[in-house]
């Protein structure tokens, strides 16, 4: 490795030069990736939903619908808005009372509970459902309804998940700048504090910057990434990769008191030892991350290989562009040398060391409540119920609830050969579902009194295409809450009883599926996480006990963390599980792996159980403090900034993991060292003390710590 940093410092240069050459595709291929905002989208395209949905867009020319609520306007208006509309490019259909009977059918002739849900006397609001012929987070859909927005101001409000999707992304533009200025300025701000230079923490900054505008260039390779992984790959990655930056600055350093004015030799030895030290626990990190590929729910994926990805190019980063900065700039890194303003933690060892049976009966208090919470957390699966108020398609959702009663909008997909009599009876049992508030089919629409030849060709050709017949069902209850489930598992067995292949999609059965599949899909993501980290402990540490007692440490920091949520009455994302626990686990598996190297080389010198667990603490207390403190301070400001709720939730759980994950590994992961030293110097290779010089003043010490 030594003769690798030598040849990195020596092309110091080049290496700048080529890293800023390298932004330009890099920014190019940022610029054109295209971001997904429908979450719903990463369902397997096997499940009968999203089979549904292909099946709508293919035989109906349907792939996105919209439940519009029109207010404060005349009949002989809607026509006009509704022709305007249909004019908006991919708008297929439009349906209202007007369109159903042509105008030409008196109200008082349709349905009596047709009438009433398309109509509010009281309020005068009436509904209309919008099809598109494009699919639902489309960017052409996505188009079309910013364009029938601009048409009605407030008298036409759209709800539905297109809508909802449009809002999203709005919100995501205009705040994605604000994520990495808050996460790079605060980080900026812990570092000039912490640090000794008020320069370096400007040149961190810039390597890891280089780094990011690498990993989200090369998303365009995957074409589009989800709007989550866009708002916090970058704010991930800073705060995952900060502290290989840190452990290369603080090597650096204590290689110039080694060889004093020798700045190349000394970073060519800092380059050395940082990569012996950050691959082992890289590694562990991208297997955490590449963890969540075997997740059903393909999110998992997306965000899962652009972080891998993100800590790759951080370490490469950290260990070429990092060095050749520094170098090239340290006549203006001298001038802005200061004194650390952090209070000196070099004793906390000793205190650590002399109390841990504290410590680890603190371990055994806490877990027990702490795995308890974290698997009793309540979680929610409806995004519009987090948005902002103020967002269109939440104020189209509460008066869609307030007017007409309504929340979600599902379809059946029937054979449209069905008999007529067993269609009008399988509409009539749909009617008396618990919590349905209206059936919209050729039946339920014509009913008894319009003659079916009054019933214009467009809209049969809307409802029945020859193969399939589609039927819309309004439902009193929200998107993800218990009662619509069940209302769809209901609806589920009575379509089946009429026809087998029938099938019920929409974004409420859609969002039940992902409840069952991320329920599952977070069992694999933590056993496979658990278990790859393990094995490459093993590998890394060639310890048998060490991955036990490392991931029993980093388990107990993340149900700590995840279990505060519901002592609190915290609702939580339903992604909150599966992405904070796999990111903690990365980021405190870094701590703790340069914890145990230290106790492990300082073991294998000769030092006693105390001294060398104690040493090992002070030596790398500061690099885990400032890295932990510059991870609280990236994340902690976009939690308290976004308006999205999922991302600020996500990120807040991130701050306070790295709380959580900062004292575990100072408190007590040095305590189960002084524990189980024995048995890991049983079942471990390299812990051995070697026959060298150092041998006898730390038998010396040995001695003394006895006597103690």
Known sequence: MIKLGKKIVKLRIPILILSILLLVPAGLGYLNTRINYDILSYLPGNIETMEGQEILLEEFGTGAFSVAVIRNMEEKEI???????????????????GSLADIRIPMEFLPKDLRKALQNAETGSQLMIITFDTSMSSDETLGAIEEIRGMTKQQCLLSGMSAVVSDIKKICNS?????VILAAGLSALVLA???????????????IGMAIVYNLGTNRIAGEISFITQALAAVLQLAVTMDYSIFLWHSYQENQERYPGEKKRAMAHAISQTISSVVGSSITTIAGFLAMCFMTFTLGKDLGIVMAKGVVFGVIGCVTILPSMILALDPWIEKTRHRPL?????KIGDFVTKFYPVFIVLFLLLIGPAFYGQSHNQVYYDLVGTLPKNLESVMAGDVLEADFEMGATHIVLADSKLDPKAARRMEEELKEVEGMKLVLGMDSITGPLVPEEMVPNTLKEKLNNGTYQMIYLMSEYKTGSDEVNAQCDAIREIIKEYDITAMLIGEAPCTEDLITITDQD??????????LIFVIIAVVLKSLSLPVVLVAVIEFAIFI??????YT???????ASIVIGTIQLGAT?????????????QRSRGAGKREAVSEALNSSLQSVFVSALSFFAATFGVGMYSSIDMISSLCTLLARGAAVSLVVVVLILPAMFMLFDRVILATSIGFGPEKNLEKETFQSRRKRYEVQ
């Open 79 to 97: 026509v006009k808005l509704e022709e305007k509309i249909s004019q908006v490019d991919h708008v297929k259909d439009i349906l209202w009372y």
């Open 175 to 179: 705040e994605a700048v604000m994520y």
């Open 193 to 207: 504090v912490t640090m000794d230079s008020f320069l370096i923490p400007v040149i961190f900054l810039l390597s």
């Open 342 to 346: 952090i209070p000196n933690l070099g």
């Open 522 to 531: 977070f069992k694999t993501v933590s056993v496979v996480s658990i278990l």
């Open 561 to 566: 963390n995840m279990g505060v949520p519901h």
């Open 569 to 575: 009455g915290t609702v939580l994302p339903f992604i």
């Open 589 to 601: 598996v870094d701590y703790a792996i340069l914890m145990t190297n230290k106790y492990k080389r």
